[in-house]
C-alpha cells in the first residue's frame, strides 16, 4: 500500500508568516496533489504535479506556492500566511493511469 | 463551477438501518466514479468505484449506483454500524488522466 507521508502535523504560525508543508510518498507514484480541506467546501485541490520539477495549478492556487524536488518529495509554501489560509491540508498521490489516489494523514495549519 | 454537488451535508442513522449518499455532476466525459471514506485524524482512503460502463457495484455492506442519463449517483450502506461513522466523498474523473473532483463530502453518524 502506498505511504503518503506529512509534516508537520501539526502547525501554529502568525499572519505574515512563512510556512512550509512537506509531504514524501515512496510507492514512486508520477502523480502528487496538495489539497486543503474546509467545513463545507469538502477537498480543494491547490497544486499538483505529474513529476519531479513539473507544476500544476489546481483549483484555488491563490497564495501558495508548491515545489516537487524529486519523485518522492513535493512542499506547499504559504509565504505570506493569512488567516484564510487555517485549514487541513492534504497530500496525496497517484500512479499514472490509476485513478486511486492514497492520501497522507493531514497537517493542520493555524494562521492566528 | 462545482463539478460534483453531494448530499445530504449531514446524515444520522441508527445502527441497523440503511443510508443513503447521493451525488450529481455536470461533466458528461467524467467516466470514473470513486467514494471514499474518511475517518477522524486520517486521510479519505478509497471505499468503492465505479466506471460508466456499469450501473452498480457491491462490496459487502456498501454498493454505488451509477445513473448516466441523469448524471447521478448514490452509495447505499445496508445495516449501518457505529463503524461506519466517517465523511464520505464522491468524486468524478476521465480515467485518461489523474484529475479528481470532489464533492464537498457528507458527515455520516451511526447512531447504536
Known amino acids: 500500500e502506498a505511504a503518503v507521508t506529512q509534516s508537520p502535523r501539526n502547525k501554529v504560525t502568525v499572519t505574515g508568516g512563512n510556512v512550509t508543508l512537506s509531504c514524501r510518498q515512496t510507492?514512486?507514484?508520477?502523480?502528487m496533489y496538495w489539497y486543503r480541506q474546509d467545513t463545507g467546501h469538502g477537498l480543494r485541490l491547490i497544486h499538483y504535479?505529474?513529476?519531479?520539477?513539473?507544476?500544476q495549478i489546481g483549483d484555488v492556487p491563490d497564495g501558495y506556492k508548491a515545489t516537487r524536488t524529486t519523485q518522492e518529495d513535493f512542499f506547499l509554501l504559504l509565504e505570506l500566511a493569512s488567516p484564510s489560509q487555517t485549514s487541513l491540508y492534504f497530500c496525496a498521490s497517484s500512479d499514472e493511469g490509476d485513478t486511486e489516489v492514497f492520501f497522507g494523514k493531514g497537517t493542520r495549519l493555524t494562521v492566528v | 463551477q462545482q463539478q460534483v454537488r453531494q448530499s445530504p451535508q449531514s446524515l444520522t442513522v441508527w445502527e441497523g438501518g440503511t443510508t443513503v449518499l447521493t451525488c450529481s455532476y455536470e461533466d458528461s466525459t467524467f467516466n470514473y466514479f470513486p467514494w471514499y471514506q474518511q475517518f477522524p485524524g486520517e486521510g479519505p482512503a478509497l471505499l468503492i468505484s465505479?466506471?460508466?460502463?456499469?450501473d452498480k457495484k457491491e462490496d459487502g455492506r456498501f454498493t454505488t449506483f451509477f445513473n448516466k442519463r441523469e448524471k447521478k449517483l448514490s452509495l447505499h450502506i445496508i445495516d449501518s454500524q457505529p463503524g461506519d461513522s466517517a465523511t464520505y466523498f464522491c468524486a468524478a474523473s476521465r480515467n485518461s488522466n489523474n484529475r479528481i473532483f470532489f464533492g464537498d463530502g457528507t458527515q455520516l453518524v451511526v447512531k447504536p
Open positions: 465505479i466506471l460508466s460502463v456499469s
Open positions: 510507492n514512486s507514484h508520477n502523480y
Open positions: 504535479s505529474y513529476g519531479a520539477g513539473n507544476l
